[in-house]
T-cell receptor, first 112, second 110 residues
Framework: GDSVTQTEGQVALSEEDFLTIHCNYSASGYPTLFWYVQYPGEGPQLLFRASRDKEKGSSRGFEATYDKGTTSFHLRKASVQESDSAVYYCALRVDSNYQLIWGSGTKLIIKP | ETAVFQTPNYHVTQVGNEVSFNCKQTLGHDTMYWYKQDSKKLLKIMFSYNNKQLIVNETVPRRFSPQSSDKAHLNLRIKSVEPEDSAVYLC?????????FGPGTRLTVL
């Protein structure tokens, strides 16, 4: 079946460090890929999406490139801030009912 | 700007009690969801509700039931809570591919 794998359960960085959170997927068909962010005390919110091979999604300094060859959609940010502390979810949609398949989430901790 | 509202924020109860959580969206969306988020932050979809059609995740215990009065409201009832029901319950609505979440209701079962 379709699935999303986030390999890091938790990432701890210092301010201004470079961030990478890995997301790999397995899907039949041609999925749309998403990154959602959940700040403490809030529900997840959409960061950005991508629906075509080599398409780059970006928002708030975060970016990810859809790579069909490696079935990946890794999240990156050049310089993290304390306010980026949150849980990040990778997700995919493959069918017309818009159901999302979610990754397990990655908790990002930024040390001041 | 919050457009998906959930009440209560927190609820503490004892095993065997019945609880109800409310969700209202003001976005005019046709589809709403309930998710369970466990202590490890895993998100599991429980129900989706679209144009009076209910889709139930087959792994959801029967003590859970959604209740809808109109397309803006989707409440969640748990008939007889169990300790493993302790979690954050998130309500969401959807337009096209984007889901909008409420802040969640944290349930603690003693």
């Amino acid at each position: 079946g379709d699935s999303v794998t986030q390999t890091e359960g938790q990432v701890a960085l210092s301010e201004e460090d470079f961030l990478t959170i890995h997301c790999n997927y397995s899907a039949s068909g041609y999925p749309t890929l998403f990154w959602y962010v959940q700040y403490p005390g809030e529900g997840p919110q959409l960061l950005f999406r991508a629906s075509r091979d080599k398409e780059k999604g970006s928002s708030r300094g975060f970016e990810a490139t859809y790579d069909k060859g490696t079935t990946s959609f890794h999240l990156r940010k050049a310089s993290v801030q304390e306010s980026d502390s949150a849980v990040y979810y990778c997700a995919l949609r493959v069918d017309s009912n818009y159901q999302l398949i979610w990754g397990s989430g990655t908790k990002l901790i930024i040390k001041p | 700007e919050t457009a998906v509202f959930q009440t209560p924020n927190y609820h503490v109860t004892q095993v065997g009690n019945e609880v109800s959580f409310n969700c209202k969206q003001t976005l005019g969306h046709d589809t709403m969801y309930w998710y369970k988020q466990d202590s490890k932050k895993l998100l599991k979809i429980m129900f989706s509700y679209n144009n009076k059609q209910l889709i139930v995740n087959e792994t959801v215990p029967r003590r859970f039931s959604p209740q809808s009065s109109d397309k803006a409201h989707l409440n969640l009832r748990i008939k007889s809570v169990e300790p493993e029901d302790s979690a954050v319950y998130l309500c969401a609505s959807r337009v096209y591919a984007e889901q909008f979440f409420g802040p969640g209701t944290r349930l603690t079962v003693l």
